[in-house]
């Protein structure tokens, strides 16, 4: 039976392959363009920080180095309503030793130039789910309003004494996509 997670709750994981399963809708009402939200994983070590940028997985990195970490792709409309618009797929099996947390985010892509924010989208969500059986282990709805945000931190899987956990998060990102590689990739950033 899957668990339904508030801000800050944390599960134990147990699985070497998992999916994680992102989604949103938008609304339709409040812009003319297109939602292209982008689900993107931040693969960081101890000193908070991406090793290289290869270990950014997102719609123009799809897979890590190590081949732990898969994007399923860019959804550019965020259509579909009854389930992940995007996904990622991550084998902790195969995960570079230096790499002990993952970050999973989402952006609204070109969102200053479409006056777009994440007041606009409703019945956001990322899930943990099994990814030999997709049975869902765990899920985290985001119910706050960020009204002006065109970034946010959703959720992390992190590594604490050889097992692996994840964290619902539901954190405001400053500056869209561009603050979070400034915070997770600095050394990598512009």
Not at 42 to 51: A, E, N, R, Y
Not at 56 to 72: H, I, R, T, W
Not at 150 to 167: M, V
């Amino acid at each position: 039976m899957a668990i339904n997670l508030v801000k800050g709750q944390r599960v134990e994981i147990g699985l070497q392959k998992l999916g994680v399963g992102l989604g949103w809708d938008p609304n339709p009402n409040a812009s003319s363009h297109d939602y292209d939200l982008d689900a993107s994983a931040f693969m960081i070590g101890q000193d908070s920080q991406v090793p290289n940028e290869n270990f950014f997985v997102f719609y123009g990195n799809q897979e890590s180095p190590d081949g732990a970490v898969k994007s399923s792709g860019d959804d550019r409309t965020g259509g579909n309503s009854d389930g992940d618009d995007e996904t990622l797929e991550v084998d902790l099996g195969r995960l570079d030793p230096r790499i002990d947390q993952i970050v999973f985010t989402v952006s609204i892509y070109e969102a200053e130039l479409r006056r777009q924010n994440f007041g606009q989208v409703r019945n956001s969500f990322i899930r943990i789910y099994n990814a030999l059986t997709n049975e869902e282990l765990c899920k985290y709805e985001l119910e706050e309003d960020f009204s002006i945000e065109t970034a946010l931190e959703f959720g992390r899987l992190y590594k604490r004494n050889d097992s692996w956990k994840f964290e619902a998060m539901g954190a405001a990102a400053q500056n869209g996509l561009d603050g979070l590689v400034k915070k997770y990739a600095r050394a990598f950033s512009s």
